[in-house]
């Protein structure tokens, strides 16, 4: 029977050459890295996301890891530059060998390096969704609703909830963004029928009483705005819109913005996570410990990193074998829908072109200074 003899020097070589291309996808040893493009500087700030993703991660380091591997996250700020930001990508990808993406949160990322994500078979789990393509790419599904979702919510709300005849919209619109924004309103009119008494979708910085004008002139008894909040109120108030019920985006959702609503004002504001204000709701309590903790800023964007990690580290724990850039993918791919309760639908990533998985806005209404919850739950239009 003839044998074969392997050298030394030839095993050597093959055990160098196992091991880089275990590397290429994350390694079988060492920590599992973990990449985040985020918005640290720039335009679109949220420091708070990778502090919060990788408080979770100490977390789960603390309890000995990911079967006695380390979780390592890589924060990239971007700037909201897009060649910062493909940038960013491609050396998380390449250099770092990140097994996926956990908690990015940056304007610009998903519209980017979608295109990256798919080729490298890379699968992305942002905090923050904004972009269209943050929803429409086969490789990321961000764990809040995004802008769309929740304008549909938005004016489903005004429309059944408060039962508006007159809706109308205030809005500024990112670059690229106004066919989301479109798409959310026609959804809207699929489900109940009613279309828009007044549509600006171009409001810009200044003084904004022309805009009310033309509210007042349509006759519009709800509007949904997303811009700045105290200049508007001030001249809506001026206008003499006391009976105008105003629905504020998510981004308006701050401690600081409910200072700034007169008191004879109607104000809400649909947010994507448990109202943040309020660390009793479900899922809150969680989220609230961990970022006092660890003495970061408690705001809804703290809420999509720490959901994020979490989820993140739940689909991990599912992986049978070596924790691989492969077998990530695979697991987020044919994972089972998780239920978090601090949003209003299960999160599942799945094998489909486009992942919006999470539905519906749960509503809070200016009051004395703050907010207030209102009562039943997350409204998801459509969902009976």
Not at 26 to 48: H, R
């Amino acid at each position: 029977m003839k044998r074969t003899y392997i050298s030394v020097a030839a095993v050597a070589a093959l055990t160098l050459s196992l091991t880089t291309a275990c590397n290429d996808s994350g390694g079988s040893d060492g920590p599992i890295k973990v990449g985040a493009i985020n918005g640290i500087t720039g335009l679109f700030q949220t420091p708070e996301v990778p502090k919060a993703v990788k408080a979770v991660f100490e977390e789960v380091n603390a309890a000995g890891g990911i079967n006695g591997r380390k979780l390592e996250l890589i924060s990239k700020d971007d700037a909201m530059d897009p060649s910062r930001s493909g940038q960013a990508a491609r050396e998380l990808i390449q250099s770092n060998k990140v097994v996926a993406l956990a908690g990015s949160s940056s304007a610009v990322d998903c519209g980017l390096n979608r295109a990256t994500y798919s080729k490298n078979k890379v699968v992305s789990i942002p905090a923050v969704g904004v972009d269209p393509a943050c929803f429409t790419s086969p490789n990321i599904a961000p764990v809040n609703p995004g802008p769309y979702a929740l304008t549909t919510a938005m004016l489903y709300y005004a429309s059944e909830t408060l039962k508006r005849d007159k809706v109308c919209i205030d809005y500024t619109v990112l670059p690229g963004s106004g066919g989301g924004i479109e798409g959310a309103i026609k959804k809207w009119t699929e489900i109940t029928g009613k279309t828009l008494a007044h549509k600006n979708l171009a409001v810009g910085q200044g003084d904004p009483t022309r805009y009310l004008v033309a509210d007042k002139n349509a006759g519009c008894q709800a509007v949904l705005y997303n811009a700045t909040v105290g200049p508007w109120f001030a001249q809506a108030r001026t206008q003499g819109m006391q009976k105008t019920d105003f629905i504020l985006a998510a981004n308006s959702y701050t401690d600081a913005n409910a200072k700034t609503i007169p008191p004879d004002m109607t104000a809400y504001a649909g947010t994507e996570w448990q109202p943040y204000t309020d660390p009793t709701l479900p899922g809150n309590d969680r989220w609230a410990k961990l970022v006092e903790k660890n003495g970061i800023q408690k705001t809804a964007f703290s809420q999509g990193a720490v959901m994020a990690a979490d989820v993140f580290v739940q689909v991990l724990k599912t992986i049978k074998g070596d924790i691989t850039r492969e077998s990530v993918t695979k697991a987020f791919k044919e994972m089972k829908p998780v239920n978090y309760p601090m949003v209003g639908t299960p999160y599942v990533f799945g094998p489909g072109n486009e992942h919006n998985p999470i539905q519906g806005s749960r509503f809070v209404k200016a009051d004395k200074g703050g907010w207030k919850v209102l009562p039943g739950g997350f409204t998801v239009p459509g969902k009976n």
